[in-house]
């Protein structure tokens, strides 16, 4: 089988679906029948501020990013219900998978989806004015019901992202695994081997790791520069590790 057939990209069901009932309508919409596509992995995740950071880090800085955080935290559509505040991650793999769900999402902004594009699923998404406490004008949230990775690079870091090796069958398992030999702990950000109290553990011994992961890991530790941060390895071993209201 060659790469293009194990393709893989990384959906997210928003909480905006969630919240509408559109899960169903989402999965149809992929299904295998349609897209010849198959599940490599699936989760839902209550999304952590370290983890919707890292997912939306291109953003950062940007005018709409505060708003684009709290949205896909589930904040915005379950204000007072922090139990429903999630999202359902899944991995799907198989030919041409990265462009055929971008075709079938759609395009980001739910007006030109709808104007260019009638029948894709962001075509039901809507655009929320975002105002200040005085009702000032700030800009729009675009509430548009899916995440699909956009090219092979951002379906390598999102998947590696959201997802451990031990989520994703092995024989479905696209990017290289190591079996980590240490321990390695967060704590106020900083990256311990050994217990101390208050950190948390990320990997042990015997955990099956993404390879970048543990080599950036390694990298962190001995104060060297790594090709990404702490935070974008450790938000993956800490989802639904903690009930913060971070
Ligand atoms: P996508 O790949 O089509 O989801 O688009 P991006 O990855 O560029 O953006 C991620 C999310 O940020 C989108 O799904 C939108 O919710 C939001 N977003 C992106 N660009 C804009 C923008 O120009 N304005 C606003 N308000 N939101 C945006």
Known sequence: MNLTELEQTLVLIKPDALKNSLTGYVLS????????LRFAGAKIVQVSQMLAEEHYAEHRGKGFYPSLIEYIRGNVHYPNEPDKRRVVAFVYQGPGAIQKIRDIAGPTNPHNARDNKPGCIRALGTIVPIKDEAGNFLGDRMDNLIHAS???GDAEREIKLWFRPVDIPPLMRLYATVKCQEHYYLKNNQLLTSYEQGSLLLVAPGDIVWQS????LQLLHKGLPSPCSIQTVAAKYLINESTEND
Do not use: P
């Open 29 to 36: 919409q992929l299904s295998e029948f349609h897209t010849a």
């Open 150 to 152: 956009a090219n092979l």
């Open 213 to 216: 992961d543990l080599e950036a």
